[in-house]
């Protein structure tokens, strides 16, 4: 297991930037797979960016394709995410997630995801 700790949620007004953080603890961090959800109340968890554990890859939802950007630090045990040109929608509690099994290559489904943060929540007013 992992654990994950968020942080850098806030309130911003559209079309500003916030930047995620997710810290991890142990030893198994660079051979994960890491992606970023986001929930709304009534809804399900949604997943947004995800950063495969090898190679440098990168994918992301349309919905926030081209305005978000996920990275990683290997070396501090950190994955990222660049949020711009926010938009009211993007309102949500945002978790960041670690793979359940290692080396998985584009994992998008919750079930994916064994480890979970907290969430942060990330407000964009109009």
């Known amino acids: 297991q992992v654990q994950l700790v968020e942080s850098g949620g806030g309130l911003v007004q559209a079309g500003g930037s916030l930047r995620l953080a997710c810290a991890a603890s142990?030893?198994?961090?660079?051979?994960?797979?890491m992606a970023w959800f986001r929930q709304t109340p009534g809804a399900e968890r949604e997943f947004i960016a995800g950063h495969n554990w090898s190679g440098g890859d990168t994918y992301y939802a349309d919905s926030v394709k081209g305005r978000f950007t996920i990275s990683r630090d290997n070396a501090k045990n950190t994955v990222f995410l660049q949020m711009n040109s926010l938009k009211p929608e993007d309102t949500a509690v945002y978790y960041c997630?670690?793979?359940?099994?290692?080396?998985?290559?584009?994992?998008?489904?919750?079930?994916?995801?064994?480890?979970w943060g907290q969430g942060t929540q990330v407000t964009v007013s109009s």
């Open positions: 997630a670690a793979a359940r099994t290692y080396y998985a290559y584009y994992a998008t489904s919750p079930s994916d995801f064994g480890s």
């Open positions: 142990g030893r198994t961090f660079s051979s994960r797979t």
